[in-house]
């Protein structure tokens, strides 16, 4: 098991960031490798199951795990078969305005660096005013 931390610092409001994690149908539009998201619910929401959609109309199962709106934190398992990523997320007022944001992703080592590089351009789309 391997545990990786990103940060991002951009210019956008901490308010707005947190709703564009909050709200699964924007993902698409911050989060490059996201062409599209499936679920049953139009916010975040412990226990919710979906489908996340990426490249090549690969689709893949996640459950959101835990929801903190007054924390602006959140975390989701992503599972495709026996191999599982957890994701925890959240935002912060940044050191000189806008927004910082977190991601801690754990799973097999492999699975974590491979999605690193994404998730490092998704995070500074997420906190770009």
Do not use: K, N
């Amino acid at each position: 098991m391997t545990t990786l931390t990103l940060h991002a610092t951009g210019t956008a409001p901490p308010a707005e960031v947190w709703e564009r994690y909050a709200v699964p149908a924007r993902w698409p539009g911050w989060a490059p490798q996201i062409t599209g998201v499936d679920l049953p619910a139009d916010r975040l929401t412990p226990g919710v199951a979906g489908r996340v959609r990426g490249p090549l109309r690969i689709a893949v199962p996640f459950t959101v795990e835990g929801v903190d709106e007054a924390a602006r934190r959140w975390s989701w398992v992503v599972a495709v078969g026996p191999l599982r990523l957890r994701l925890l997320h959240w935002v912060a007022a940044g050191p000189d305005g806008g927004t910082t944001t977190g991601l801690r992703i754990s799973g097999p080592a492999p699975l974590v660096l491979a999605y690193a590089p994404a998730a490092r351009l998704a995070l500074a789309h997420l906190v770009r005013a």
